[in-house]
């Protein structure tokens, strides 16, 4: 089982800050997803990295692969109300189950 | 259907009874993960179903739990002799068909379960 661990915990910040939340393993994964969940729904896929290195961009949102391909980031630029909730990293060594990290709580106060 | 749909939403159930957890993926996708999501915990996997592949069962916790998929499409997870333990939010995901890419889950929003 790989174990992902998630720093922080808990993050709470004002509107228009920037933030980045992180995930990191002793192992190596053949990807990495990253989802985030709202209270009472379940995660919804934001972004998949397969490339050591990697480096994939949506919106405001920054995804970084490590080249090692065990370790991956997340950065907000200029944070939103919207963008509360629990980012959650995923990964998988085989074709299909993935390991799921205890994720960050992200608050953005306006 | 357009997502996955996940009933009930929310059940409360004596300590000691059965309860059975319904999960209807997005036709035409495949695989569909069962995970348990307890309160500050991540989603630890329960249960995989891939086609018409024997289903990995290597996260079902004990054997009160066991888990179905008929025709390839509905899944039920079936929780016998429940305990307060158990209370948690299931979690049902379906994908495309696996391979050396990981396509990523569709979630569904979950059941929360409360055993009393």
């Known amino acids: 089982t790989q174990l992902l661990e998630q720093s922080p915990q808990f993050l709470s910040i004002q509107e228009g800050e920037n933030l980045t939340v992180y995930c990191n393993s002793s192992s190596v994964f053949s990807s990495l997803q990253w989802y985030r969940q709202e209270p009472g729904e379940g995660p919804v896929l934001l972004v998949t990295?397969?490339?050591?290195?990697e480096v994939k961009k949506l919106k405001r949102l920054t995804f970084q692969f490590g080249d090692a391909r065990k370790d991956s980031s997340l950065h907000i630029t200029a944070a939103q109300p919207g963008d509360t909730g629990l980012y959650l990293c995923a990964a998988g060594s085989n074709d299909y189950k993935l390991s799921f990290g205890a994720g960050t709580t992200v608050t953005v106060r306006a | 259907g357009a997502g996955v749909s996940q009933s009930p939403s929310n059940k409360v159930t004596e300590k000691g009874k059965d309860v059975e957890l319904r999960c209807d993926p997005i036709s035409g996708h495949t695989a569909l993960y069962w995970y348990r999501q307890s309160l500050g915990q991540g989603l630890e996997f329960l249960i995989y179903?891939?086609?018409?592949?024997?289903?990995?069962k290597s996260g079902l916790p004990s054997d009160r739990f066991s888990a179905e998929r008929t025709g390839g499409s509905v899944s039920t997870l079936t929780i016998q002799r429940t305990q307060q333990e158990d209370s948690a939010v299931y979690l049902c995901a379906s994908s495309l068909a696996t391979g050396r890419r990981n396509y990523g889950y569709t979630f569904g929003s979950g059941t929360r379960l409360t055993v009393v």
């Open positions: 179903f891939q086609g018409n592949s024997a289903p990995d």
């Open positions: 990295v397969v490339t050591g290195g």
